[in-house]
Structure formats: C-alpha cells, structure tokens
Nanobody, 119 residues
Framework: QVQLVESGGGLVQPGGSLRLSCAAAKSSFAIYTMSWYWYRQGPGKQRELVATVSTGGFTNYADAVKGRFTISRDVPNNTIYLQMNSLKPEDTAVYYC???????????WGRGTQVTVSS
C-alpha cells in the first residue's frame, strides 16, 4: 500500500545540488490535506527527520540542512520536492518521503532514493 515514490537521487560532488521528488498517487491523496516530511538514513546511522511542510505550508528543517535544503509542494502534480544545495559528504543517505493526515489515520512512506555526495 506504499503510494509515494521518491526519485531524483544520485551521485553528486560536494557543493553540488540535487532535487528530490516524492510523487503521490492522485487517486489516493489530497496533497493539501497532508503533512509531508523528508527523512534520511545514512550508512550506519538512524533515520533522521530533515524537512517538514505542514498542511498550512509551514516548513521546518533540521539544523544540519537549514539554509541549504528547501521542501516545497507542487499541488497540481501531487508532488513534494526537496531541493538540496551545497551538498556535503555527510548528506549521503537514503532519503525517504512521508505523508500523514493530522489525525494520523493515514501515514505512508516512500521506499527511498539514494543520495551520494562524494568527490
């Protein structure tokens, strides 16, 4: 029942940029009724929350990515983005998107996309 699909990961050099996408099934979600999140899990590390956008469009970021990453919503295309700039090797991780309703009756995850930052 996973209905979120991440894409846009890949290999990038330090200082480079990537834009991740998280596409929701159009018949499954009303994007504006959900809160959306990007998580990541680096090698040997626990999963951590890196960015959030609420139903009202308010955003929050982990300190490690603040000023470098931007989460955004594309309502007509039912897609959430994570624009990642000034990438660092420590940003290397599998990035996951997540969406839930305020009451948590819907809570779904994507399967992840790999981001590798290396020279």
């Amino acid at each position: 029942q996973v209905q979120l699909v991440e894409s846009g990961g890949g290999l990038v050099q330090p200082g480079g940029s990537l834009r991740l996408s998280c596409a929701a099934a159009k018949s499954s979600f009303a994007i504006y009724t959900m809160s959306w999140y990007w998580y990541r899990q680096g090698p040997g590390k626990q999963r951590e929350l890196v960015a959030t956008v609420s139903t009202g469009g308010f955003t929050n970021y982990a300190d490690a990515v603040k000023g470098r990453f931007t989460i955004s919503r594309d309502v007509p295309n039912n897609t959430i983005y994570l624009q990642m700039n000034s990438l660092k090797p420590e940003d290397t991780a599998v990035y996951y998107c997540r969406a839930n309703t305020v009451d948590m009756r819907i809570d779904v995850w994507g399967r992840g996309t790999q981001v590798t930052v290396s020279s």
